[in-house]
């Protein structure tokens, strides 16, 4: 009886240190610019500036819902929203920061691929492990584009590529178990399994593009194809 009193408390530590080390990432992508997208036709994107940030709280209010303590880190590409902001007479980044103080999320805005990384293997602290990770954001079967139609129409200049997941992200900085998701188009027909080689656990991407159609009714992105890691 005296063995289990001291245990408790130890216990109860213990479970209170493995909650505290929770860290989940998410990762919203740029926005292309509308006058762009308008010269592309039917393959159009981003009619809607904040499908990306939508897909953002749409998600932490489904963690929040189950995890109402988790304690979330919302990296953002900021250079898109900028620009689409001043075609648009709208500050954007103002609106992006509200959201996420609304839902007391640490928002980390980012300028370049390289800055991207940094905030992604920073994000956990001390003893903490990113336990999740989502991706929201233009992709293709082997990049997340986070800039896409906004610096040159219809290119990216700053990309998370599979080539350099294994050189530029810390296995360190994730949980051996990390439960990972991408909501770009076409990441599981090669940068799933390429994540899977590199991190040492998966990340389920579609085979198909995504609709994003779905955030405006507080539902999550819907993949056109399978679901694959």
């Not at 505290?20 to 010269?39: M, P, T, Y």
């Not at 749409?58 to 250079?79: E, F, G, M, N, Q």
């Not at 991706?135 to 200049?157: E, V």
Request: proline share 4%; glycine share 6%.
């Amino acid at each position: 009886m005296i063995l289990k009193r001291l245990l408790l408390p130890l216990l109860a530590l213990s479970v209170c240190s493995q909650s505290a080390q929770a860290v989940d990432v998410v990762l919203s992508g740029g926005v292309a610019l509308k006058s762009w997208e308008k010269l592309r036709g039917p393959v159009a994107h981003d009619n809607w500036w904040a499908n990306f940030i939508r897909a953002a709280t749409v998600h932490i209010d489904l963690t929040r819902s189950k995890r109402p303590d988790a304690k979330i880190t919302w990296i953002v590409y900021r250079p898109a929203y900028i620009t689409r902001g001043k075609e648009e007479d709208k500050d954007y980044v103002s609106m992006i920061k509200e959201q996420a103080e609304k839902r007391k999320v640490k928002l980390v805005f980012v300028d370049t691929a390289a800055q991207t990384y940094a905030a992604i293997n920073n994000a956990p602290r001390g003893g903490e492990k990113i336990t999740s990770f989502y991706y929201f954001g233009h992709s293709n079967a082997h990049a997340f584009m986070l800039d896409y139609s906004n610096t040159i129409i219809g290119s990216s200049k700053h990309w998370i590529h599979e080539k350099d997941l294994e050189a530029k992200l810390k296995v360190s900085s994730f949980a051996p178990d990390a439960d990972c998701h991408s909501y770009g188009c076409y990441t599981g027909l090669s940068m799933s399994q390429k994540w899977q080689k590199a991190l040492g656990f998966p990340l389920w991407g579609n085979t198909e593009s995504t609709r994003y159609q779905p955030v405006g009714y507080g539902c999550m992105p819907m993949g056109n194809g399978r679901w694959v890691k």
